[in-house]
């Protein structure tokens, strides 16, 4: 079982619908990250948290420690969102783990 | 471009072939990594260097070897490789060792085949 599951692994949206994509741990952790990756392979950070909620133009990131547990929003998705989204937890000793992934694709 | 950059962006190579590749940034970061990334599997962390020198090989076999000359760049010779290791290879760096506080910012990946 890995350590870091997300769901869901794939998902298709309408533009303009609001996305949610979670992501579950087992582990203690001192950060998670949220990643993009478009076709092609190169990867973007969206962002990195260990508390509470962060907002980039349309897209939020919350996290509950408790829970260990973090969601990925997208408000008024569009088809440039279409990208896999990763979600990646960093624990205390420096190590980190990676979810596989949720496909997302909005179509106009 | 995050900033990194990686060549060659595609490698077919036969089992017996030595290749490397080459991971390079210009951000000025003090850590550099290699990820593997296979079909349906999560990103595997291969290698970490901080200051050119290597601080974790996460039980990767000897047929990969990293190299890091610089703070600057990276490279990843191979040799006998195996057509399970066709993967996607991606390189990152961060202003200093993985953290809670040190974004990581990744190449755009080689898309290895072994033939």
């Known amino acids: 079982k890995n350590e870091v599951e997300q769901s869901p692994q794939n998902l298709t949206a309408q533009e303009g619908e609001f996305i949610t994509i979670n992501c579950s741990y087992s582990?203690?952790?001192?950060?998670l990250h949220w990643l993009q990756q478009h076709p092609g392979g190169g990867i973007v950070s969206l962002f990195m948290?260990?508390?509470g909620k962060k907002k980039h133009g349309r897209l939020i990131a919350t996290i509950n420690i408790q829970e260990k547990h973090s969601s990925l929003h997208i408000t008024a998705s569009h088809p440039r969102d279409s990208a896999v989204y990763i979600c990646?937890?960093?624990?205390?000793?420096?190590?980190?783990?990676f979810g596989t992934g949720t496909s997302l694709t909005v179509i106009p | 471009e995050t900033g990194v950059t990686q060549t060659p962006r595609h490698l077919v190579m036969g089992m017996t072939n030595k290749k490397s590749l080459k991971c390079e940034q210009h951000?000025?970061?003090?850590?550099m990594y290699w990820y593997k990334q296979s079909a349906k599997k999560p990103l595997e962390l291969m290698f970490v260097?901080?200051?050119?020198?290597?601080?974790e090989n996460n039980s990767v076999p000897s047929r990969f070897s990293p190299e890091c000359p610089n703070s600057s760049h990276l490279f990843l010779h191979l040799h006998t490789l195996q057509p399970e290791d066709s993967a996607l290879y991606l390189c990152?760096?961060?202003?200093?060792?993985?953290?809670?506080?040190?974004?990581?910012?990744f190449g755009p990946g080689t898309r290895l085949t072994v033939l």
């Open positions: 951000l000025g970061h003090n850590a």
């Open positions: 990152a760096s961060s202003q200093g060792r993985m953290s809670s506080y040190n974004e990581q910012f």
């Open positions: 582990v203690g952790i001192s950060a």
């Open positions: 990646a937890v960093l624990r205390f000793s420096n190590q980190f783990y």
């Open positions: 260097y901080n200051f050119k020198e290597q601080t």
């Open positions: 948290l260990s508390s």
